[in-house]
Nanobody, 126 residues
Framework: QVQLVESGGGLVQAGGSLRLSCAAS????????MGWFRQAPGKEREFVAA????????RYADSVKGRFAISGDNAKNTVALQMNSLNFEDTAAYYC???????????????????WGQGTQVTVSS
């Protein structure tokens, strides 16, 4: 069984930075894309960023463009999210996601991913 395990969450002051990491464990995993979503209390899970390994294409939510950067290693099925200039609205549980089906696009909807991590909490204090 394959699992995605996130790490790197925590408490940070507004304006600060955090780096989230995600790694797949278990059986050999072949993915076409990996990404990050987040969910704040009382809100729906929303897209943050994703990377399609074909051409290393990336996509970001408008709310994080210029502040967050996604990177990863296709061969190792790892993905990271560097988060800078954090603000209170970034407070949420952050989830790593992976897509095993072939994709010629950068997925950004929850249904376009089929593997999920358990989440790591990011709290930004104002």
């Amino acid at each position: 069984q394959v699992q995605l395990v996130e790490s790197g969450g925590g408490l940070v002051q507004a304006g600060g930075s955090l780096r989230l990491s995600c790694a797949a464990s278990g059986r050999t995993l072949i993915t076409s894309a990996m990404g990050w979503f987040r969910q704040a209390p009382g809100k729906e899970r929303e897209f943050v960023a994703a990377v399609n390994w074909s051409g290393d294409s990336t996509r970001y939510a408008d709310s994080v463009k210029g502040r967050f950067a996604i990177s990863g290693d296709n061969a190792k099925n790892t993905v990271a999210l560097q988060m800078n200039s954090l603000n209170f609205e970034d407070t949420a549980a952050y989830y790593c996601a992976a897509r095993r089906a072939l994709a010629t696009f950068v997925p950004s909807e929850t249904y376009e991913f089929d593997l999920w991590g358990q989440g790591t909490q990011v709290t930004v204090s104002s």
